[in-house]
């Protein structure tokens, strides 16, 4: 079985990408799994970004089991997937704007912002009605339930809402949700390692998984990188990427020194040293808060 880290090429990765990579590595070789790297280039696609991606993951030592996938090789996979939900009744078309989604009431009982069910029970007529009007139609879940339960490693169990979410987008795009579904599965991809911003959204896919009769993996969301402000770090917060970091005159190794020491292993400086006294339950809960400028530079040097 594999673990995997599965970065959007939206741009270069910055210091909190390196940091989650690094973290679902750890817990996949630790573990005896394999380790994948997979493309998620449905959406946000920065020309180049790839390529650079996987020579910043190389450049701080992680390495990876052949071969590397991206998304948009893979979508007869998603729409098999969609094709059984519906033969199965569990999904349905939504011709709703993104404004008019905006503007309406939440779902009851379901989170904020979360969708209302204004076309779940549309007629065939009003359906036509709608796609007369050259509506475009996104392709719905239809949730039969409103929560339900993962385990997490580092949270324990939680209870997360499920609405009916979106599997494919009025393009006709395959909504990530949906994708990363049945990518893990096929992948046999059964520990999933990310960012703790996204397990709100983790009940959502077991539960999809589950519709789809495909096993639910192990999950561990680890805390995330954060600005000076207490926000999600972004590579507008200065020099936070790898590249920006070498311009300034480090090295890879001392970036890499830089996640180590904020994971608690100060004086490492490659993947396989941190590896060797890797324990999940010793990881710091809280965030990591960094200052770029208070990283070690030439000019701090003696």
């Known amino acids: 079985m594999n673990g995997r ?13 390196l940091r989650t990579g690094l973290l679902a590595w750890l817990f996949a070789r630790s573990t005896g799994r394999g380790f994948l790297m997979r493309i998620e280039d449905l959406d946000r696609v920065q020309k180049g970004a790839a390529q650079r991606q996987l020579e910043d993951l190389a450049a701080i030592g992680l390495d990876w089991d052949p071969p590397v996938v991206a998304q948009s090789e893979r979508l007869p996979l998603y729409q098999e997937a969609i094709t059984r939900l519906t033969a199965a009744g569990h999904t349905y078309e939504c011709f709703c704007t993104r404004r008019e989604i905006q503007q309406a009431a939440t779902a009851p009982h379901g989170p904020m912002g979360a969708y209302p069910g204004t076309c779940r029970n549309l007629t065939e007529k009003e359906q036509q009605a709608r796609r007369d009007e050259g509506r475009p139609a996104a392709l719905r879940l239809r949730a039969e339930l409103t929560e339900f339960i993962i385990t997490d490693e580092l949270h324990g169990e939680y209870r997360g809402a499920v609405d009916d979410l979106v599997l494919r987008r009025g393009d006709g795009t395959p909504a990530y949700n949906l994708a990363v579904v049945v990518d893990d599965a096929d992948q046999q991809i059964d520990q999933v390692v990310r960012g703790d911003d996204l397990l709100p959204s983790t009940p959502r896919q077991a539960y999809l998984a589950t519709l789809l009769g495909l096993p639910v993996p192990h999950y561990a969301h680890v805390p995330l990188v954060l600005n000076t402000a207490g926000q999600r770090l972004a590579k ?26 904020s994971l608690g292993f100060p004086g490492a400086d490659t993947p396989r040293e941190l590896l060797k006294g890797f324990r999940p339950e010793n990881l710091p809960g809280e965030p990591w808060t960094l200052d770029p400028n208070g990283l070690l530079q030439p000019s701090s040097q003696p």
């Open 236 to 261: 507008r917060d200065g020099a936070v990427t790898l590249r920006d970091r070498q311009a300034l005159g480090e090295t890879p190794a001392q970036v890499l020194g830089f996640i180590a020491e």
């Open 5 to 17: 880290f599965a970065p959007s090429p939206s741009g270069d990765l910055h210091l909190g990408n």
